[in-house]
């Protein structure tokens, strides 16, 4: 057990630094286009077209990743001060509360996957291509969303498995007494 726990901590700690390495190439390469694009814009006056939505595009692409990154920092949804003040003084309800937003996350994300997953499908099989940027396929996207999807959670069920764990201790703790 405690290798199958060491094995999946290792997998989530790739996943988190692959997941930021993309993010932060894909702000640096993002904000590169959007440079390019205002300084030809107001200066170099090329006729280039495209480097607009080349830049949108990837925007979107990063952004569905830097989802997966708030995911795990646990910084997406975050209403702390209705948290806090509610359960400052009760450990058990805090623990019950993590445990009850995390499910209630899980289950909203798994409703939302199963559309995803079908414009995923209809993404691959019939791929779309931009306007402006004639290579770039635009079904990327959908199946980014999809995978990003799935990203969050593998995330929110490592979550709820240590938030579950906690709450079995809040509980075990106040039995003991």
């Not at 930021?20 to 390469?29: D, E, H, R």
């Not at 940027?133 to 996207?141: A, D, H």
Request: charged share 15%; aromatic share 12%; proline share 1%.
């Amino acid at each position: 057990m405690r290798h199958a726990k060491a094995i999946a901590k290792r997998i989530l700690y790739a996943l988190q630094l692959g997941e930021t390495v993309i993010c932060a190439l894909g702000l640096v390469g993002t904000t590169l286009l959007i440079f390019a694009q205002v300084l030809n814009r107001y200066w170099l006056h090329f006729r280039i077209m495209w480097l607009g939505d080349l830049a949108l595009y990837c925007f979107i692409f990063f952004m569905l990743v830097a989802a997966t990154i708030a995911t795990w920092r646990e910084g997406h949804v975050s209403v702390d001060f209705l948290r806090d003040k509610l359960f400052a003084a009760r450990p058990r309800g805090m623990a019950t509360y993590r445990v009850t937003t995390v499910v209630l996350s899980i289950v909203i994300l798994c409703v939302f996957l199963s559309t995803a997953y079908g414009f995923m499908l209809q993404a691959i099989r019939h791929p779309q291509y931009g306007t402006l940027v004639r290579w770039f396929n635009t079904s990327w996207l959908q199946t980014t969303l999809f995978v990003a999807g799935a990203l969050v959670l593998a995330h929110l069920l490592a979550i709820a498995g240590r938030d579950i764990s906690g709450l079995r201790r809040t509980w075990q703790s106040k039995s003991r007494r």
